[in-house]
């Protein structure tokens, strides 16, 4: 299994310019998600998606938006890139077990550079 | 907001000592769990402990939780140089399915 993967590993932008991130897993892990994490801090919960269909907002929504048309796939789309999105992107899967007592299992990152 | 805070930030010991490291929550949970990033790497999922679990063990490593002072600890014993790596708690809120928050992290470095 090739696990989660992410494309690209490196991305630099131009303020206002749209791109997409991709993520696919292959475990058939219902859940999916992504992350941002900036400098010194733990990662924040951007978008999730509990199955084909189906996504939310996490505690950082604003700026991105996300797809799950099937259960492999769920690319991030910026839709006019900001500076204040230079981060690292995380994507990640989990099976959705009671409780949320899972783990989840991360991409590599994608490192974003917004200029 | 961040649920859980890392105590320390940074931890620098010789090879072959223990690290132990901290976290503390603000909210009920349904389990925290704790995950190791190598430098410029994703994640990696090392233990989840359950609200109803006090202690936990896998391989050298020990996690306790103590659900009354919304804290845990992340025990690592004799370390090893491999383990130099930043290690971040994270809670899975009571009612919340399954949307893990991360701690800020702490980086330790185990010396040679």
């Known amino acids: 299994n090739a696990g989660v993967t992410q494309t690209p590993k490196f991305q630099v932008l131009k303020t206002g310019q749209s791109m997409t991130l991709q993520c696919a897993q292959d475990m058939n892990h219902e859940y999916m998600s992504w992350y941002r994490q900036d400098p010194g801090m733990g990662l924040r919960l951007i978008h999730y998606?509990?199955?084909?269909?189906?996504?939310d907002q996490g505690e950082v929504p604003n700026g991105y938006n996300v797809s799950r048309s099937t259960t492999e796939d769920f690319p991030l789309r910026l839709l006019s890139a900001a500076p204040s999105q230079t981060s690292v992107y995380f994507c990640a899967s989990s099976y959705m077990r009671s409780g949320g007592n899972n783990e989840q299992f991360f991409g590599p990152g994608t490192r974003l550079t917004v200029l | 907001s961040q649920q859980g805070e890392e105590d320390p930030q940074a931890l620098s010991i010789q090879e072959g000592e223990n690290a132990t490291m901290n976290c503390s929550y603000k909210t009920s949970i349904n389990n925290l769990q704790w995950y190791r990033q190598n430098s410029g790497r994703g994640l990696v999922h090392l233990i989840l402990?359950?609200?109803?679990?006090r202690e936990k063990h896998s391989g050298r490593l020990r996690v306790t939780l103590d659900t009354s002072k919304k804290s845990s600890s992340l025990l690592i014993t004799a370390s090893r140089a491999a383990d130099t790596a930043s290690y971040f708690c994270a809670t899975v809120p009571s009612g919340s399915a399954r949307q893990l928050t991360f701690g800020s992290g702490t980086q330790l470095t185990v010396l040679p």
């Open positions: 998606s509990v199955g084909a269909g189906i996504t």
């Open positions: 402990i359950r609200s109803n679990e």
